[in-house]
């Protein structure tokens, strides 16, 4: 069997990894992660993705114990804007469609539409929530909308794959305070952390790793070696040559520029999500914390230099971004061709990316530590388990680039050299098919990427809608019915929605209670 483990690299990815590989087998398998003291992290990744939640449930952590020590808030939606045109917005929320006489309220939007509201108000109460900046919870801690929640209120430990609902929130932190916090978790249940610089990794004669070499602490040896070395992939490329294939051919955006930017959020309260808005060269991120925002460019080197982002960045933010320091990132954006090879597992960055829309790097990562536990080899290192976890993995990725090639796809915006070029760039395999169907009618799960990637349909149907690119007609079969219920549905949703903005506390009251300990 497996007797121990070794990880490389203490960011997001390690120390996920480690506290969940101690969550499951606890002391049966030790665990060693070394992390480098002058290799900065990546120092991003701070908004997330609904099935986030399994992970803390998992450790047995409670949001009151984790959110205040990580600058923690509620994240109900991304908001897109100006993705259609200036001054356009609209929110692409963690609500699944309804459904009227056996069709998503989506199809029936574009049936009945008046024109009065947006597709994404009239068919979701959540964009109401964050227009009116609510918190998802009351202040007892229920949940806005019980039945949404299938853990109950302790943490359970469930997966990605046990979620059979449509979870309504995900959460922003500040990354670094959470790496320090599954640090610090980690380490007092018993993951041993080595403070050192791996200067060698050594191979044996079959070129698996026999050990990794030290600065100070001489070599470590383990049965299993997961790399978490970030964007630099030490172990699986640079060691073992694993080829990386790149993404950048659909998706160009290859770097990014970050700030932290402080923020008074008694006075100006506090924004349940996430802003994607869109630029001539790429777009900006928004991510309000409790006590500050974190936001960055990303764009294409091939349309804008790193100081007109960075200025086009500080501009954004305004006079309050004057003394943030600003992170400069390349983007390795693409997967490596295996995730596992030998016995090194590369999780995280070093595995793979697509770039940060839609918040998809820490999702990434919890899919591969749950793979890995499902897939975890066997005495003889059965190559089916190696196999079986690359596929999915390569599966999940490949999904996620096809949802974020869609954004760029189905904007409408031709505006510069930047989103004049997305209107000729290739497409996945397999991806224009799909979007010929979607200009006959709108997906759904039958006609989205049929792997696992997190996105369900109607995310699909979202972005579509939102985007300005529905199908040509509304369905022809709704034409052939009375509609009644979808009219019912539309007008429940309507009241529904203010009631909760009036009923639910602001998000900043919520979680100032819950980051004073009350
Ligand atoms: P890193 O943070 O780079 O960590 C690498 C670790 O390896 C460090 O501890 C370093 O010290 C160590 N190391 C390297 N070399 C050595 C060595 N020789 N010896 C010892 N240690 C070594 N994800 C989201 O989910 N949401 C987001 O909003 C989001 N935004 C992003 C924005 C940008 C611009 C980028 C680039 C990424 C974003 N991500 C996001 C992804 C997210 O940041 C990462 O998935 C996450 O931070 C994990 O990074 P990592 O741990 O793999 O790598």
Redesign the pocket.
């Known amino acids: 069997m497996v007797n121990s483990v070794v990880i490389?690299?203490?960011?997001?990815?390690?120390w996920m990894t480690a506290t969940y590989l101690q969550a499951t087998f606890g002391d049966r398998l030790p665990v060693t992660l070394?992390?480098?003291a002058?290799?900065?992290?990546?120092?991003?990744?701070?908004?997330?993705?609904s099935t986030v939640r399994h992970f803390f449930d998992y450790l047995g952590l409670a949001e009151h114990e984790w959110m205040p020590a990580c600058n923690g808030s509620y994240k109900l939606a991304i908001r897109f804007e100006n993705w259609r045109g200036q001054g356009e917005h609209f929110y692409h929320p963690f609500e699944r469609l309804r459904v009227a006489d056996g069709f998503s309220l989506a199809d029936w939007w574009l049936k009945l539409d008046d024109g009065e509201r947006r597709f994404d108000e009239a068919c979701y109460v959540l964009p109401a929530l964050c227009e009116a900046k609510r918190s998802p919870k009351q202040f007892d801690g229920e949940l806005f909308e019980r039945s949404l929640h299938d853990g109950g209120d302790r943490p359970r430990r469930t997966t990605m794959f046990q979620q059979d609902t449509q979870f309504p929130y995900a959460y922003h932190f500040d990354?670094a305070r959470l790496a320090g916090f599954l640090a610090d978790f980690g380490t007092r249940r018993g993951v041993r952390r080595v403070l050192?610089?791996?200067?060698e990794v050594r191979q044996d004669e079959r070129g698996w790793i026999s050990g990794i070499v030290?600065r100070e602490h001489g070599e470590i040896e383990a049965d299993l070696f997961i790399d978490?070395?970030?964007?630099?992939g030490?172990l699986i490329n640079k060691t073992l040559g694993e080829p990386f294939e790149s993404f950048q051919d659909v998706l160009p955006n290859d770097r990014?520029v970050?700030l932290r930017v402080p923020v008074d959020v008694e006075r100006e309260g506090m924004a349940p999500y996430?802003t994607a808005s869109a630029r001539d060269c790429g777009w900006i991120?928004t991510?309000p914390l409790f006590g500050r925002i974190g936001t960055?460019y990303?764009y294409s080197s091939q349309f804008c230099s790193p100081e007109e982002a960075e200025a086009e960045l500080r501009a954004f933010v305004g006079p309050r971004a004057k003394d943030a320091e600003a992170n400069h990132?390349r983007?390795r954006i693409g997967r490596n061709r295996r995730s596992w090879v030998n016995n090194c597992v590369a999780?995280?960055?070093?595995s793979g990316?697509v770039?940060?829309l839609e918040?998809?790097?820490?999702?990434?990562?919890q899919h591969g530590i749950e793979q890995l536990v499902r897939h975890f080899p066997d005495a003889d290192w059965d190559a089916n388990l190696a196999r079986g976890y690359n596929e999915s993995v390569a599966r999940c990725l490949e999904g996620v680039r096809e949802f974020l090639v869609l954004h760029y796809k189905a904007s409408t915006r031709n505006d510069t050299p930047y989103w004049k070029a997305t209107e000729d760039r290739r497409l996945p395999d397999g991806m224009a098919e799909r979007l010929r169907l979607w200009e006959a009618r709108l997906p759904d799960a039958s006609s989205v990427y049929p792997y696992y990637h997190g996105f369900e349909s109607y995310s699909y149907d979202v972005m579509l809608l939102g985007l300005g690119r529905p199908p040509a007609r509304p369905h022809a079969a709704l034409g052939l019915l009375e509609g009644g219920e979808a009219r019912r549905q539309f007008a429940e949703l309507r009241e529904h929605a203010a009631r909760l903005v009036e009923e639910l506390p602001s998000q900043y009251e919520y979680l100032a209670r819950l980051h004073a300990g009350r």
């Open positions: 490389v690299g203490g960011g997001t990815a390690g070394v992390e480098s002058d290799v900065p992290t990546v120092g991003v990744g701070e908004a997330t993705f990354a050192d610089d791996v200067v030290t978490c070395t970030g964007f630099r030490l990014a970050a996430t991120w991510i960055g990303v990132i983007m999780i995280g960055l070093s990316f770039e940060p918040s998809t790097g820490i999702f990434f990562i």
